[in-house]
Protein backbone atom coordinates (compact mmCIF):
# COMPACT_ATOMS: atom_id res chain seq x y z
CA UNK A 1 0.00 0.00 0.00
CA UNK A 2 2.64 2.43 1.11
CA UNK A 3 4.08 1.78 -2.69
CA UNK A 4 1.11 2.52 -4.78
CA UNK A 5 0.19 6.02 -2.50
CA UNK A 6 1.98 8.48 -4.32
CA UNK A 7 0.20 6.82 -7.50
CA UNK A 8 -3.23 6.99 -6.38
CA UNK A 9 -3.32 9.48 -3.36
CA UNK A 10 -0.21 11.60 -3.86
CA UNK A 11 -1.26 14.37 -1.62
CA UNK A 12 -1.98 11.25 1.42
CA UNK A 13 0.76 10.09 4.14
CA UNK A 14 1.76 7.16 2.64
CA UNK A 15 2.24 6.22 6.28
CA UNK A 16 -1.27 5.76 6.72
CA UNK A 17 -1.58 3.54 3.19
CA UNK A 18 0.79 1.30 4.86
CA UNK A 19 -0.77 1.31 8.12
CA UNK A 20 -3.99 0.31 5.90
CA UNK A 21 -2.60 -2.08 4.34
CA UNK A 22 -1.02 -4.18 7.56
CA UNK A 23 -4.02 -3.64 9.95
CA UNK A 24 -6.88 -4.40 7.52
CA UNK A 25 -7.21 -7.88 8.19
CA UNK A 26 -5.17 -7.93 11.62
CA UNK A 27 -8.53 -8.69 13.97
CA UNK A 28 -9.76 -11.65 11.28
CA UNK A 29 -8.17 -14.66 12.41
CA UNK A 30 -8.70 -13.88 16.32
CA UNK A 31 -12.72 -12.59 15.37
CA UNK A 32 -13.75 -13.42 11.99
CA UNK A 33 -17.42 -12.59 13.02
CA UNK A 34 -16.78 -9.15 14.04
CA UNK A 35 -14.48 -8.44 11.22
CA UNK A 36 -13.53 -5.92 11.02
CA UNK A 37 -14.98 -4.07 13.89
CA UNK A 38 -12.27 -4.61 16.65
CA UNK A 39 -9.47 -3.30 14.50
CA UNK A 40 -11.70 -0.24 13.24
CA UNK A 41 -12.80 0.49 16.73
CA UNK A 42 -8.83 0.19 18.15
CA UNK A 43 -7.83 2.90 15.55
CA UNK A 44 -10.35 5.12 15.94
CA UNK A 45 -9.70 4.51 19.73
CA UNK A 46 -6.33 6.09 18.42
CA UNK A 47 -7.75 8.87 16.31
CA UNK A 48 -6.58 7.22 13.03
CA UNK A 49 -9.93 7.84 11.73
CA UNK A 50 -9.14 8.14 8.24
CA UNK A 51 -6.87 4.73 8.46
CA UNK A 52 -9.66 3.03 10.37
CA UNK A 53 -12.40 4.10 7.47
CA UNK A 54 -10.39 2.61 4.86
CA UNK A 55 -10.13 -0.48 6.65
CA UNK A 56 -14.14 -0.79 7.00
CA UNK A 57 -14.96 0.03 3.61
CA UNK A 58 -12.27 -2.65 2.13
CA UNK A 59 -14.94 -4.85 1.27
CA UNK A 60 -17.97 -3.51 -0.37
CA UNK A 61 -20.77 -6.07 0.93
CA UNK A 62 -20.24 -3.74 4.15
CA UNK A 63 -21.96 -1.13 2.20
CA UNK A 64 -19.10 1.84 3.79
CA UNK A 65 -18.81 4.30 0.75
CA UNK A 66 -15.47 5.05 -0.73
CA UNK A 67 -14.34 8.34 0.02
CA UNK A 68 -11.08 8.75 0.37
CA UNK A 69 -8.51 7.70 -2.40
CA UNK A 70 -6.96 5.70 0.73
CA UNK A 71 -10.64 3.78 0.81
CA UNK A 72 -10.55 3.14 -3.05
CA UNK A 73 -7.05 2.16 -2.83
CA UNK A 74 -7.01 -0.48 -0.29
CA UNK A 75 -10.39 -1.89 -1.94
CA UNK A 76 -8.52 -2.32 -5.04
CA UNK A 77 -5.43 -4.23 -4.09
CA UNK A 78 -6.38 -5.97 -0.73
CA UNK A 79 -7.96 -8.97 -3.24
CA UNK A 80 -5.58 -8.53 -5.86
CA UNK A 81 -2.17 -8.92 -3.81
CA UNK A 82 -3.42 -12.08 -2.35
CA UNK A 83 -4.46 -13.38 -5.80
CA UNK A 84 -0.73 -12.18 -7.26
CA UNK A 85 0.56 -13.82 -4.64
CA UNK A 86 -1.23 -17.14 -5.31
CA UNK A 87 -0.56 -16.88 -8.80
CA UNK A 88 3.14 -16.42 -7.84
CA UNK A 89 3.45 -19.73 -6.01
CA UNK A 90 1.97 -21.82 -9.05
CA UNK A 91 4.22 -20.42 -11.70
CA UNK A 92 7.78 -21.96 -12.15
CA UNK A 93 9.28 -17.87 -12.49
CA UNK A 94 7.28 -16.89 -9.17
CA UNK A 95 6.96 -13.54 -9.89
CA UNK A 96 9.80 -13.27 -11.79
CA UNK A 97 8.34 -12.04 -15.55
CA UNK A 98 4.56 -11.86 -14.74
CA UNK A 99 2.98 -9.74 -16.88
CA UNK A 100 -0.24 -8.11 -16.13
CA UNK A 101 -2.42 -10.29 -19.04
CA UNK A 102 -1.38 -13.36 -17.34
CA UNK A 103 -2.45 -12.03 -14.02
CA UNK A 104 -5.89 -10.88 -15.96
CA UNK A 105 -6.44 -13.78 -17.98
CA UNK A 106 -5.73 -16.35 -14.71
CA UNK A 107 -8.73 -14.02 -13.37
CA UNK A 108 -11.05 -15.25 -15.38
CA UNK A 109 -10.65 -19.25 -14.08
CA UNK A 110 -12.85 -18.91 -11.54
CA UNK A 111 -11.86 -22.11 -10.47
CA UNK A 112 -8.32 -20.42 -9.20
CA UNK A 113 -8.03 -19.00 -5.99
CA UNK A 114 -11.77 -19.45 -5.83
CA UNK A 115 -12.13 -17.10 -2.84
CA UNK A 116 -10.61 -14.16 -4.31
CA UNK A 117 -13.73 -11.99 -4.91
CA UNK A 118 -12.59 -10.47 -8.60
CA UNK A 119 -15.54 -8.18 -8.22
CA UNK A 120 -13.70 -6.59 -5.34
CA UNK A 121 -11.05 -5.81 -7.45
CA UNK A 122 -12.86 -4.17 -10.62
CA UNK A 123 -14.35 -2.33 -8.13
CA UNK A 124 -11.58 -0.82 -6.81
CA UNK A 125 -9.54 -0.19 -9.88
CA UNK A 126 -12.87 1.42 -11.10
CA UNK A 127 -13.32 3.59 -8.11
CA UNK A 128 -9.67 4.47 -8.77
CA UNK A 129 -10.93 5.59 -12.59
CA UNK A 130 -7.20 2.93 -13.26
CA UNK A 131 -7.14 0.36 -15.73
CA UNK A 132 -7.12 -3.46 -14.98
CA UNK A 133 -3.93 -3.69 -16.76
CA UNK A 134 -2.21 -0.48 -15.07
CA UNK A 135 -3.32 -1.32 -12.14
CA UNK A 136 -2.55 -5.32 -11.60
CA UNK A 137 1.43 -3.31 -13.04
CA UNK A 138 1.57 -1.49 -10.10
CA UNK A 139 1.16 -4.16 -7.17
CA UNK A 140 3.16 -6.41 -9.20
CA UNK A 141 5.93 -3.82 -9.33
CA UNK A 142 4.80 -3.28 -5.18
CA UNK A 143 5.67 -6.97 -4.68
CA UNK A 144 8.49 -7.47 -7.22
CA UNK A 145 10.29 -4.95 -5.05
CA UNK A 146 9.78 -6.89 -2.17
CA UNK A 147 9.78 -10.07 -3.39
CA UNK A 148 12.46 -11.62 -1.06
CA UNK A 149 11.34 -10.66 1.87
CA UNK A 150 7.61 -11.66 0.96
CA UNK A 151 9.51 -15.07 -0.35
CA UNK A 152 8.02 -15.04 -3.30
CA UNK A 153 8.89 -18.10 -5.96
CA UNK A 154 11.43 -16.21 -8.31
CA UNK A 155 13.32 -14.74 -5.27
CA UNK A 156 17.08 -14.81 -5.20
CA UNK A 157 16.64 -17.58 -2.40
Not at 60 to 83: N, Q
Not at 114 to 137: K, N, Y
Request: glycine content about 6%; charged content about 25%; aromatic content about 6%.
Amino acid sequence: MRYVAPTYGPDDDPDDWALAGLLHDADYERWPEMHPNQIVAWLNERGEHHVAHAISAHHTKWSVPHVSELDKGLLACDELTGFIVAYCRLRPGGIIGLKPKSVVKKLKDRSFAASVDRDEISTGATLLQVEAAEHTQLVLDALSEHREELELPGAAQ
